[in-house]
């Protein structure tokens, strides 16, 4: 299954109509350099290293995982769709009540930032008394969906889930963000590159409702009495003739920059 990429008109009456939800952080000139706004990939891109490059949204339980060998201007445009997609759908609906439009308004965004869905696949959860680890579900659903890519997915992941494991300011900061009372959602975004250079990832989303927690940070290993989870993930593919098309609109309505909508881990 896959979706229509949008025409030049149809882009920009959806671009003009956007009013993005505003976030509390340092301003940012819109009119700064574009290659200003994502530095902390970049430089960790001169790096000899062989892990992923991991950055986490500071206000939204969002975490985006690169490949080494993913071309930065394809980072940039991976960082800067979710940092829209993010902030539009949030001005449309609270997520909390309204989950499903949430998501929607989110592939809509998505979809004119140039990022075309291959595949889904949807599960939903329910258990009790049972010891887990969310990184496990995590892998499992994304094995589930990315079909022959699924490998190189995986193994981004493993090493996305070890940087934020070593990293204590960044497990904390997505807990908070990711707990609203009794219920937790996250989304996770593994990024990685073709053979021919195309820009693949997985959307991941989950949603989940749990009692009388027991264990260690929320994403590694804890007991529940019991687990209501829904999850989603879906395969899509950058377009980056559409990205740059519209690239211009993104900025015109990002008014920060996704350097500081998201934390770099340092490589």
Not at 29 to 52: E, H
Not at 68 to 87: C, G, T, V, W, Y
Not at 126 to 143: G, R
Not at 147 to 165: I, K, W
Request: charged content about 20%; hydrophobic content about 40%.
């Amino acid at each position: 299954m896959s979706i229509l990429l949008p025409g030049a008109d149809e882009s920009r009456r959806f671009f003009d109509s956007v009013r993005l939800a505003p976030v509390a952080l340092a301003d940012f000139s819109a009119d700064a350099p574009k290659n200003a706004r994502f530095t902390k990939a970049a430089d960790s891109a001169t790096q000899s290293v062989s892990k992923a490059d991991v950055l986490l949204a500071n206000e939204h339980p969002a975490i985006i995982g690169f490949t080494d060998n993913l071309d930065e201007d394809k980072k940039q445009a991976a960082a800067d769709s979710i940092h829209f997609a993010e902030r539009y759908a949030t001005s449309q609906f609270n997520k909390n009540v309204h989950p499903v439009q949430w998501h929607a308004h989110y592939a809509t965004a998505m979809r004119h930032c140039g990022w075309t869905m291959t595949s889904s696949k949807y599960q939903e959860l329910t258990t009790s008394q049972t010891s887990l680890t969310m990184d496990a579900i995590v892998l499992n659903i994304i094995q589930a969906v990315a079909g022959r890519n699924a490998p190189a997915m995986l193994q981004l992941l493993s090493d996305v889930f070890g940087r934020l494991q070593s990293d204590e300011k960044l497990v904390s900061l997505f807990d908070k963000n990711s707990q609203k009372g009794a219920d937790k959602d996250f989304r996770i975004v593994p990024c990685i590159q073709s053979a021919t250079g195309t820009a693949i990832t997985a959307f991941l989303a989950v949603d989940c409702s749990l009692s009388s927690r027991q264990g260690g940070a929320w994403f590694w290993k804890w007991k529940v009495s019991r687990l209501r989870m829904k999850r989603v993930a879906t395969m899509v593919e950058l377009n980056m003739g559409l990205h740059d098309r519209n690239r211009d609109m993104i900025y015109q309505k990002l008014d920060k920059s996704s350097e500081d909508f998201f934390n770099g881990v340092s490589l």
